[in-house]
């Protein structure tokens, strides 16, 4: 009865300095990590208040002059302020409404190819634009699309400058994406599919279960839960329109689908050297992506009963 009662008794639980003690190389690798991210992450922000003064270089942060909402407020009166964030809403929307089902489509159609080697020439030739520089890619876009000899104007016969016509940049901009990000994002899935178990498969093929219904009752809700976390952190960045993609695909005849809030922080910020009022309209930015990442987690959370903010 008494070893009875030593067996079921709780085991004290470690100390944290214990807990360390035993596994200090563990934590000394996870103290490289944090460290990064407390000076390049968390010691920035205290320049954020650069967005609430007229910042000076030869006075300081601490010694220019508060002004408040000003920057703010000049920048929700800015003539182009509504076609930014348009633009920029529209961009990320489109972008993720199109590109976010294909990595999981593709992963789903990977799964199911047999011959090993032909799954990974396949594998490969998805994974490579991903390596591909935006510079190359914009510059590969610009020679397909050039008006005199470009591959598109062959193919249809026509001699269309794609790249001054604001009606095709988002086209442009979405196709080009999922062409060099597709493959690379369905290796998450892929891997999540890698450590589905055998017996359901086995399962389902006794009871009858055709390959749609073995992908739709099978694959779909093991990639569920990793689906739903990549779209909460796609719509916690859904006003991060890449920067550098758009500003070599846009020209002054383009801009009214292109102009976006990115390449406006970049032209004040650096061009113009209007510090104190780029920091203020990309606060204004970050601000929406972090009301949103808050919103689609509750949503996803009251849905689907997966939570992960």
């Known amino acids: 009865m008494q070893a009875t009662k030593a067996n079921t ?3 004290r639980r470690k100390s944290l300095g214990r807990r360390i003690a035993d596994n200090w190389q563990l934590y000394l ?7 990064l991210t407390i000076v390049y992450k968390y010691i920035p922000m205290y320049g954020i208040q ?3 003064r007229d910042y000076k270089a030869s006075r300081g942060i601490v010694g220019s002059k508060w002004v408040g909402l000003e920057w703010f407020d000049r920048f929700f009166t800015a003539p182009t302020c509504g076609r930014m964030i348009k633009n920029t809403i529209l961009l990320s929307l489109f972008s993720l409404l199109w590109g976010f089902p294909v990595p999981i489509i593709l992963s789903l159609c990977i799964n199911q190819l047999r011959f090993p080697r ?5 594998q490969t030739v998805l994974y490579a634009p991903h390596f ?5 890619v914009c510059g590969m876009i610009r020679i397909f699309l050039s008006p005199s000899g470009g591959l598109i104007n062959l193919m249809l016969g026509t001699k269309i400058d794609f790249m001054t016509e604001s009606s095709a940049f988002r086209t442009i901009y979405i196709a080009s994406g999922i062409w060099q990000d597709a493959g690379w994002g369905c290796i998450i899935y892929l891997a999540t599919l890698s450590n589905v178990d055998i017996s359901l498969y086995e399962a389902a093929k006794v009871d009858g279960a055709s390959m749609f ?3 739709l009752n099978v694959d779909v809700p093991a990639l569920l839960p990793m689906a739903i976390l990549n779209l909460i952190m796609s719509a916690g960045s859904l006003m991060n329109v ?6 070599l695909l846009q020209t002054d005849l383009n801009k009214a689908t292109s102009d976006v809030i990115a390449v406006y922080v970049y032209q004040q910020g650096i061009e113009n050297a209007k510090y104190s009022y780029s920091t203020a309209v990309g606060l204004f930015n970050t601000a929406v992506n972090l009301i949103l990442l ?5 949503i996803a959370s009251k849905t689907s009963e997966v939570n992960f903010v």
Not at 242 to 247: L, N, P
């Open 9 to 11: 008794a709780p085991r």
């Open 29 to 35: 690798l996870l103290l490289i990590p944090v460290v």
């Open 50 to 52: 650069i967005a609430f």
């Open 118 to 122: 032909y799954k990974r020439v396949v």
């Open 132 to 136: 591909i520089s935006i510079m190359v």
């Open 213 to 215: 219904q073995r992908i």
């Open 242 to 247: 890449g920067f550098e993609k758009v500003f």
């Open 294 to 298: 808050f919103v689609v987690n509750t």
